[in-house]
């Protein structure tokens, strides 16, 4: 009786430790989701978890939570309720050293072939990758154990893929194996997993970072002279067995960006090449990604070889100061801007966010660059256990070791939440009241108050650290250097001075800056005023020398300083806020367009004044409340336009800089710029409805809305667009004319009201513009009056309209006006994108279109993004063909290209398909927004202000601008692919 009693309990204990307990959003819903997952256990046989997941206690009330919070463990539960089954039989660690032992057998299976393995990798990572999570959320592993084991499970599944491909060489005669049993050893295939990887630090949702190298001595080589060109077939395939999404998922995305100069060679490279780069063209951010760097599949031996053939470029023997300057300069790549003021949690980037997990790693890996070749204990490739390195060699203090371990394994473990909802590879708080509840309870808070709290005092403490850490850090000079500027005779050595500080016209800038303690300007006419700007002097030169184009900015700040009434404010302000200065001094040296806007109007820079700007998001609530107080009252006409001016002006302005900060992604910049628009047009539209009352009266049963189209329509506004409306307007069937002193006709009403609202927006005026307009998408274009009646407009939509105006009528969206109009015209609108037509026959329009913009406004190079061959114009047409054809998942209509990309049917665009698009649409949108944000004209490859340059690189999350060119090009390569596919190929 007591043996089968022992037995029946070990058969229903379940081996999962709980230390930690979840609570749902909705406690209704979890029990009602662990119900159906109890009901899929019965339906797959599994009659022991059906009965514990029907049961009551602490486990079933933990993983109600899971699934309540995370849609994607739910989902994995659901597909594969045998994963929690076999929790009954082994704990976690034990089952994942077997599927660990699963995986390395995997290749060497009698029947395997490539398409057998890539399905049993997929399935064991998938479970894997499901115990781990539930380890994490359950408080059995703490955030170092799970970085651990998500590691070892990319390093099982690219030894595996690496193992079968060199045994299909093998027996194919491409390469000898010494031993066919163990294929890595002596191949000469070296993979190196970099970053995270390479760190034994993965997130949940990782991509991996591989370099990959061959040694074409290696005695399983047969051909020398071919290796090259089959080690990058192997590689190609490596990378296609991984990432590849099918039925069963992926394994994991792949990324090999990382090798020496990856716009020019091959996806392998021979070791001595490899070698003779770094050494003549290596640069500080691959010798900074070096460190992380370490074998993890292939040859591992020969791996070994090549990291320490490469010591010498990554660890100098002195203390290398020289590389200080550089060093800083991948600072900025990785954050333009600290901000000053309160952080906002919601949409805040945890890893490259003020505070954020990079700016820990950043620290440690500058400290190794500079000190690992004479202290070999500051070389490890982990990031916690060398904090404890630099403190037992003082470069920190314990306490900042301390703190920093403490909440650098507390953001990972916010990393892994976001993840874990949904797996997807971000790093984004979510920008809702429920996201963050739900990012809240995972982690085991109350509610989001408690965990924003937290989040918040973890990142000021890790930026204090940080900023304390570079105070400290050994410095290139202690002072600037000689800087007289009275008299009227250059002093030598201040020139040098300036000339050291990256100044090139350095009898110039002495000219400049004597007019200034001349009192020459409004601004420096105080003495006061003056003596301020002489003690702020120094570090403002310091500040410009560091943008790399030290003597434009100057000029601009300059003129900047020329329309500024008074200063004393000003200069104190930036002499404290180091932070203010260095946002002053990014604006004048790379972001001309936001420089001429302060310029022109200096007041708007008491935006940046506010401490909360960069905690506030400029949604639509905040900037509908700002415009209402900044245009109330009874104002003349005038007035209000040039109000609406000023305000877009600034609010530009202050959107831009959030951008550049980092407060806010490209896609929120997009959405605030199209808000804005939305409202301040909305603004312009009344008050020229009210003006024009005055003279003509009203038309009976009169309404007007406005429906606007591309960029605006889909919500993707950057700074410096135009904007695309089409006027519609509806009144009563009966009405003859208006009732004013000079009555008009409907038709002629409505037109010269267009008329008036084109200039109320268009016109310059001493505030300037505030849109311009471009109505050339109304029916019939140019041809056709300027304001359409809403029959006509349906009429024409149905009977006359080319397929283009109904692929960009898919962006439409009614912006403005009366709201029973506006409601009418989105209905309107909808049934027009859901008329049935002949898909082919739209594909084959959309190409021929797509055809002739190649030939008539072929693109400038590779950063004419929007014209280049799978450019933004093929990611457009390809959602735009999408939503006409009835191709996008059943749901809420939307109008950003971005959101309706991600949703393509499955039967348009498969998983792998949908995800390349999306992905090459945020890369297009973050460097549209960033360039228009900065620049007034065309982006010139050959004149990019370096400031601009560290923005990119900062805003894409890449260490190089070469790496980012590479990156471009094969994004396009890729899009254009997946349009021939989507819109060339025919289809059954």
């Not at 995305?253 to 001595?272: C, F, W, Y």
């Amino acid at each position: 009786m007591a043996v089968r009693m022992a037995a029946k309990r070990i058969e229903t204990e379940w081996r999962l430790q709980l230390a930690a307990q979840l609570a749902p959003l909705d406690e209704t819903r979890a029990r009602r989701e662990l119900s159906e997952i109890a009901g899929d256990a019965k339906d797959e046989n599994l009659p022991r978890l059906a009965k514990f997941l029907g049961g009551k206690g602490a486990a079933q009330e933990f993983l109600a939570a899971v699934f309540d919070l995370s849609p994607f463990l739910r989902d994995v539960a659901r597909r594969r309720p045998q994963i929690l089954d076999a929790l009954f039989d082994d704990g976690v660690e034990a089952r994942l050293t077997s599927i660990a032992e699963a995986i390395g057998k995997a290749a060497f299976a009698e029947t395997v072939s490539e398409s057998s393995l890539m399905m049993e990798l997929r399935q064991w990572k998938g479970e894997a990758h499901f115990l781990i999570a539930l380890a994490d959320l359950s408080g059995e592993a703490d955030a170092a154990l799970t970085v651990r084991r998500l590691s070892n499970l990319a390093d099982a599944c690219t030894c595996a893929a690496v193992d079968f491909l060199l045994r299909e060489a093998h027996s194919q005669g491409k390469l000898k194996l010494p031993d066919p049993e163990n294929p890595s050893r002596q191949s000469g295939w070296i993979v190196l997993g970099m970053g995270k990887l390479g760190a034994h630090e993965l997130n949940f949702s990782s991509d991996i970072d591989l370099v990959v190298f061959f040694d074409p001595d290696a005695p399983a080589i047969v051909d020398p002279l071919d290796a090259t060109e089959l080690f990058a077939r192997l590689t190609r395939r490596l990378v296609r067995i991984l990432q590849d999404r099918t039925g069963h998922g992926y394994v994991f995305r792949t990324d090999l960006r990382l090798r020496p100069d990856p716009g020019s060679t091959p996806l392998a490279i021979p070791v001595e090449a490899a070698l003779r780069y770094y050494e003549a063209r290596g640069q500080n951010w691959e010798r900074a990604a070096m460190i992380k760097a370490r074998p993890v599949a292939g040859d591992l031996d020969a791996g070994d070889a090549f990291l320490r053939e490469l010591q010498p470029y990554v660890w100098r023997k002195y203390m290398d100061y020289a590389a200080i300057a550089d060093v800083h300069s991948i600072k900025r790549q990785i954050h333009a801007h600290k901000g000053h003021g309160e952080i906002a949690v919601k949409g805040h980037n945890v890893k490259l966010g003020r505070g954020g997990i990079r700016e820990i790693e950043f620290f440690v890996q500058t400290q190794q660059l500079i000190a690992g070749g004479r202290f070999p204990e500051l070389r490890g490739r982990e990031t916690v256990p060398m904090l404890g390195a630099l403190a037992a060699r003082n470069w920190i203090t314990a306490d900042a070791r301390d703190a920093l371990t403490q909440q650098y394994w507390f953001l990972r473990r916010v990393e892994h939440a976001i993840q874990m909802v949904a797996d997807e590879q971000t790093h984004i708080l979510p920008d809702d009241d429920e996201g963050l509840e739900r990012i809240a309870h995972m982690l085991g808070f109350a509610d989001a108050a408690r965990f924003a709290e937290t989040f918040r005092a973890a990142l000021h403490e890790v930026e204090r650290h940080y900023a304390a850490l570079f105070e400290t850090a050994p410095e290139l000079s202690a002072g600037v250097g000689n800087l007289v500027f009275t008299g009227d005779v250059d002093d030598p050595d201040t020139l040098q001075t300036l000339h050291g500080l990256g100044f090139q016209r350095p009898s110039d800038i002495c000219r400049v800056i004597r007019g200034w303690h001349f009192g020459r300007y409004r601004v420096t006419q105080s003495a006061e005023a003056r003596e301020r700007l002489t003690e702020l002097t120094p570090a403002l030169l310091k500040a410009f020398g560091q943008t790399r184009r030290a003597d434009e900015a100057l000029v601009r700040f300059d003129e900047f300083l020329a329309g500024l009434p008074a200063g004393i404010q000003l200069f104190s302000l930036l002499q404290s806020n180091p932070a203010l200065l260095k946002l002053m001094a990014t604006i004048m040296g790379a972001a001309p367009r936001l420089a001429a806007i302060i310029t022109r109007r200096p007041h708007v820079f008491d935006g940046l004044l506010d401490p909360a700007l960069l905690a506030e998001l400029p949604n639509r609530a905040y900037l509908s409340a700002r415009l209402a107080a900044f245009i109330e009252g009874d104002r003349a006409y005038e007035d209000v336009l040039d109000r609406l001016r000023i305000f877009a002006s600034e609010q530009k302005f202050l959107i831009g800089v959030r951008l550049l900060a980092g407060s806010i992604d490209p896609a929120r910049a997009g959405r605030a710029f199209s808000d804005l628009a939305d409202l301040t047009i909305d603004a312009a539209l009344q008050a020229v409805t009210t003006e024009f009352a005055l003279r003509h009266g009203r038309i009976a049963g009169g309404t007007v809305s406005l429906l606007g189209m591309g960029k605006l329509g889909s919500r993707e506004l950057t700074a410096g667009s135009d904007v695309d409306l089409i006027l519609l307007y509806d009144h009563d069937p009966d009405a003859d004319e208006s009732d004013g002193d000079k009555p008009l006709a409907p038709s002629h009403y409505y037109t010269r009201m267009t008329q008036r609202l084109i200039a109320a927006v268009s016109a310059p005026t001493a505030e300037g513009v505030l849109y311009e307009l471009d109505l050339r998408l109304r029916p019939s274009g140019n041809k056709g009056p300027v304001a359409t009646h809403i029959d006509a407009f349906k009429k024409y939509q149905r009977q006359e309209a080319w397929t283009w105006e109904h692929m960009a009528l898919a962006r439409g969206r009614a912006i403005g006006g009366d709201a029973a109009l506006c409601a009418e015209v989105e209905a309107e609108v909808a049934a027009l994108l859901a008329l049935p037509r002949d898909a082919a026959k739209v594909r084959a329009e959309a190409s021929e279109m797509r055809a002739l913009i190649e030939k008539e406004k072929s693109p400038r190079d590779l950063w004419d993004i929007k014209l280049i061959s799978g450019g933004l114009i093929d990611l457009e047409f390809i959602a735009q063909v999408a939503v006409i054809t009835g191709q996008v998942e059943a749901g809420r209509r939307v109008t950003a290209t971005g959101e309706i990309l991600a949703h393509l049917s499955p039967d348009f665009a498969e998983a792998d398909v949908r995800q390349q698009l999306c992905e090459a649409y945020q890369l297009y949108l973050a460097l549209t927004q960033m360039t228009r944000l900065c620049l007034t004209g065309a982006f010139e490859r050959d004149d990019v202000p370096p400031g601009l340059s560290d923005l990119l690189l900062a805003v894409t999350d890449l260490p190089d601008f070469g790496v980012l060119e590479a990156h471009l090009k094969e994004t396009s390569q890729k899009v254009k692919k997946d349009f021939d596919l989507l819109l060339r190929t025919k289809r059954l």
